[in-house]
């Protein structure tokens, strides 16, 4: 298996980029980038659709996530960027892995409990089985490595499950059991309205996140009125234990300035909110506002977006379909060789 670290992670093009997609996946994945690992960076469309997805919205989704992804720093020549449903190993391997995951572990996804809500006999098969396509996504390179937000911390257990059965089953070493690598202060960005939540393009208030694409008014607003409590920022770290909305926009702070919510807190320790809440907002405001602009700047050439994208999906081909190629033969299907 090797000693090469292999870096893999995936967003979903199902909406807007927010702020937590940000600080806790793309953030990390340019710095992955920049320390010369070899890093591969999935649109995974194929799992948006999971549940409905409007044709002509989810191709503009795929789009702005591109932009998004070149805009905080992937550069194509470094790493491999592209869309899932381009590379068709993603679709054959989550078959195969589908028939080794069993449905008792399935059933204990948190995240397909959350996402079915009370009517679960109406969601999806794709959205119940999602995390099979999940681990074909990460094994289907041999990643080593998968960094992500704690929300997926348990699908990536289920990868390593999987794997290790189908090494078991068949009597092979094949598949690697992938290290999750959740890392940092903004693992669990939470809503800007409830500190026990985290922050999702899926809440309905909009006032609950901040929006890659929201312009500099609308970042402020949406800071200046983030809830919190009237006491003023504590002196230590461990004041912030008990007061979840003033810990994430510290956490948040610290993200965006790379710095440490130690460092925050000797600042601005004792600091009001009104007073705090500013010099978040124009921190916020200068970090993101670049990245907006240049992400509008690439949606302006939308076939030089897709020209990226398809590059991108030959050369993670060129990786995943040995690796398929590999595995049906160990499953004991027969293939031209
Ligand atoms: P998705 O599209 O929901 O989110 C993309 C990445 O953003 C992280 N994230 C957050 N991190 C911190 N705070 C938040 N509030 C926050 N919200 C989202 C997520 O943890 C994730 O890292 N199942 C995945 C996509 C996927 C994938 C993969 C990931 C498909 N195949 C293979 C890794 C490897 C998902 O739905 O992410």
Avoid at 91 to 119: H, S, Y
Avoid at 208 to 221: E, F
Wanted: proline share 5%.
């Amino acid at each position: 298996m090797g000693g090469q670290k292999r870096v893999f992670s995936g967003v979903q093009p199902s909406g807007g980029l927010t702020l937590g997609n940000y600080l806790g996946a793309i953030k990390r994945f340019v710095e992955m980038q920049e320390a010369g690992i070899e890093t591969i960076y999935c649109i995974v469309d194929l799992h948006a659709i999971t549940v409905w997805q409007d044709p002509a919205r989810l191709r503009h989704a795929t789009r702005e996530l591109a932009a998004g992804f070149l805009a905080a720093g992937i550069d194509p020549a470094r790493s491999i960027l592209f869309n899932q449903s381009q590379v068709t190993a993603h679709a054959e391997l989550g078959w195969i892995l589908a028939c080794v995951a069993r449905i008792g572990w399935l059933n204990r996804m948190t995240q397909f409990k959350d996402k079915a809500g009370k009517n679960r006999e109406a969601a999806s098969v794709g959205l119940f089985a999602y995390p099979t396509l999940m681990a074909a996504d990460i094994l289907a390179y041999h990643a080593t490595h998968v960094p992500v937000g704690e929300d997926q911390k348990q699908h990536l257990e289920l990868t390593r499950d999987i794997a290790i059965k189908f090494n078991t089953d068949y009597g092979v070493d094949f598949f690697p059991v992938v290290e999750p690598v959740i890392e940092g202060v903004a693992t669990r960005v939470m809503s800007l309205r409830d500190g026990t939540k985290k922050m999702s393009k899926s809440d309905p208030s909009d006032m609950s996140r901040i929006n890659l694409m929201d312009d500099a008014d609308t970042i402020a607003k949406k800071i200046r009125k983030a809830r919190t409590d009237p006491e003023p920022l504590p002196g230590a770290l461990d004041g912030l234990k008990d007061r979840a909305e003033a810990r994430n926009l510290v956490n948040i702070y610290a993200a965006l300035a790379d710095t440490t919510p130690e460092a925050v807190i000797a600042d601005y320790g004792g600091a009001a909110f009104s007073t705090f809440k500013p010099a978040l907002a124009d921190l916020a405001v200068a970090r993101l506002e670049p990245l907006s602009a240049e992400m509008a700047r690439l949606m302006a050439d939308p076939a030089e977006i897709d020209r990226i994208i398809a590059a991108g999906a030959e050369k993670a081909a060129a990786i995943a379909d040995p690796i398929l190629n590999r595995t049906f033969d160990i499953v004991g299907m027969i293939r031209a060789r």
